[in-house]
């Protein structure tokens, strides 16, 4: 069994021998954690089911270092690419899967959101609502 070397809830990696993670309710926790275990978590991973407070850009530090130390315009493209989009790479997984916490699927326990009720338009056969007057899609008037 290897030596855990990365906090479970923000994913940052601790340096040395002698880990500074605490273990708290079976989960390996950093200082910053450990003190605040009831902080705010932004995403939700879809891969490992992970609630995580922090996200990481795709690519590698190290690899855009290395570009820019010996080849110049490689190093740029390599930058540009690594900072299109928002971050969205789970720390604990390190899959690309991470979206806000607030559009992920409800925990074990929470309510969820009831289904609307919705019927099909007419004219164009898409989904609208069962109250509306006129369809979304198409434009045109519908029965009620």
Not at 86 to 109: D, E, H
Not at 111 to 129: F, G, M, N, Q
Request: aromatic share 8%; hydrophobic share 35%.
């Amino acid at each position: 069994m290897g030596l855990k070397t990365t906090c479970d809830a923000c994913g940052r990696g601790v340096a040395g021998v002698f880990s500074s993670l605490k273990k708290v309710n079976g989960k390996y926790l950093c200082p910053t954690c450990a003190e605040n275990p009831n902080q705010d978590l932004k995403y939700y991973c879809n891969s490992c089911s992970n609630y995580s407070a922090t996200a990481r850009r795709k690519g590698s530090g190290w690899i855009e270092l290395v570009l820019y130390l010996f080849y110049i315009v490689p190093g740029i493209i390599y930058s540009i690419w690594r900072r299109s989009g928002p971050p969205n790479v789970c720390p604990t997984c390190k899959s690309a899967t991470l979206i806000p916490a607030a559009a992920a699927k409800p925990r074990a326990g929470e309510a969820t959101v009831e289904s609307r009720d919705e019927r099909d338009c007419p004219y164009c056969a898409e989904k609208i609502l069962v109250k509306a007057s006129l369809c979304k899609h198409c434009g045109k008037a519908v029965a009620a």
